[in-house]
Nanobody, 127 residues
């Protein structure tokens, strides 16, 4: 089973940028469907961006045009580049992975398999 470790969170002002990383071990990101989820205080976890094993991507409406999900196969790492950050982007960000097949819907990774999760990294955007 793949193990995932997120990093790159922090505190930024509105309009700033962050790049989140999710280092994978135990399997290759090239083989996996992967996604980023976030959970704001007192809210349910929601999908932000997803990428299939063949590179197809999908974003939540709130993330379109501002966030970019990508894989670095050489580093076996998933990234989320976040620009023009807003206070409503605040939350704990988690990466998740599963073996294919999978689907993507509005940034949410969908699969019948059990997702592997990282421990999360906190993003705080101040106005």
């Amino acid at each position: 089973q793949v193990q995932l470790v997120e990093s790159g969170g922090g505190s930024v002002q509105a309009g700033g940028s962050l790049r989140l990383s999710c280092a994978a071990s135990g399997d290759s990101v090239t083989k996996l469907c992967m996604g980023w989820f976030r959970q704001a205080p007192e809210k349910e976890r929601e999908g932000v961006a997803g990428i299939t094993s063949v590179g197809g991507t999908s974003y939540a409406y709130s993330a379109q045009g501002r966030f970019t999900i990508s894989k670095d196969n050489a580093k076996n790492t998933l990234y989320l580049e976040m620009n023009s950050l807003k206070p409503e982007d605040t939350g704990a960000y988690y990466c998740a992975a599963a073996a294919p097949p999978c689907g993507l819907a509005s940034g949410t990774l969908q699969t019948r398999r059990t997702l592997s999760w990282g421990q999360g990294t906190q993003v705080t955007v101040s106005s």
